[in-house]
């Protein structure tokens, strides 16, 4: 017997980042300034995050790139690791994330890479809390997603290995 499920997820989609609440705009602003920071030389493509933690510290992040491309890591990974590696287990409420180019403006979100969403849902998982996510890009909308789980449907974790 073969039965047809659909996966759906709700977004909100603020037109501009003054519609957010003002503890979402300042981690927003956090990763605008981190985005500007970013070590992007070969892409010119400068992404930022930051990651607020259930002290309320905000950690941040931003892409690093490598002349031998594959060893650079983007923003996300460098900002979720830094968290996990300075507060191992604390849990992670929020992580906001912003790409802008040197080429074009980057006028809607830009969402996380496929092994970002998969880092981002082990520290998910393990603290059985979802993580509100905010994109953006440098100018235009803001997209809010109430967890990382609904970017990454049917995704591998730590269970399956048990
Ligand atoms: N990048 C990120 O930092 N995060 C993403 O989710 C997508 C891509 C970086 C990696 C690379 O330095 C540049 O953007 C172009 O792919």
């Known amino acids: 017997m073969v039965s047809q499920k659909k996966i759906s997820f709700d977004i909100k989609v603020y037109d501009s ?6 503890g979402d ?58 968290a996990g590696s300075k507060y191992p287990g604390m849990k992670i409420k929020a992580i906001a994330i912003t790409a802008a180019s040197l080429n074009h403006e980057v006028n809607e979100p830009a969402a996380p890479c496929g092994n970002c969403r998969q880092a981002i849902s082990e520290y998910e998982f393990r603290q059985q809390e979802p993580i509100k996510i905010l994109l953006m890009g440098e100018t235009g909308s803001v997209i809010e997603c109430n967890s990382l789980a609904d970017l990454l449907p049917l995704g591998f974790n730590s269970s399956f290995l048990n």
């Open 17 to 22: 980042l003054s519609e957010l609440s003002s």
């Open 25 to 82: 705009q300042n981690l927003m602003s956090v990763a605008v300034k981190a985005r500007k920071r970013a070590y992007a030389p070969y892409s010119s493509f400068n992404v930022g995050a930051s990651v607020l933690l259930e002290n309320g510290e905000i950690i941040e992040g931003n892409n690093q790139e490598n002349a031998s491309y594959p060893s650079g890591l983007c923003a996300e990974r460098v900002a979720v690791f830094y």
